[in-house]
């Protein structure tokens, strides 16, 4: 299981060490544009149609403002232009930090 052994804003950048000794970095735009929360990507019916969603919408010079831990495997974060309802789990941040 990924764990986090270092989490910290460098610039733009979310860097994360993780307990592998392995490390991430991950901009702050493409975090928020890669926000699991159902208002970013939409949430789909029985029948596959996806409603809602913020479809390409542009996130440059977005930034993180602070990030609240939860539990031992994810991390919500408040972003400059209000969202904060994103609960990124570990392995979402760990893949997002090799792309």
Not at 38 to 65: L, P
Not at 77 to 96: A, C, K, P, V, W
């Amino acid at each position: 299981m990924n764990q986090t052994k270092t989490i910290q804003v460098i610039g733009t950048d979310l860097a994360i060490i993780w307990e592998d000794g392995q490390e991430g970095y991950i901009s702050s735009e493409a975090l928020r544009a890669n926000s699991p929360s159902a208002s970013v990507s939409g949430e789909r019916d029985i029948f596959g149609t996806q409603y809602g969603g913020e479809f390409q919408k542009n996130y440059s010079g977005v930034t993180i403002d602070s990030w609240t831990t939860i539990g031992n495997y994810a991390i919500r974060f408040q972003f400059s232009d209000g969202h904060n309802t994103g609960i990124y789990g570990y392995d979402l941040l760990r893949r997002l930090g090799e792309a």
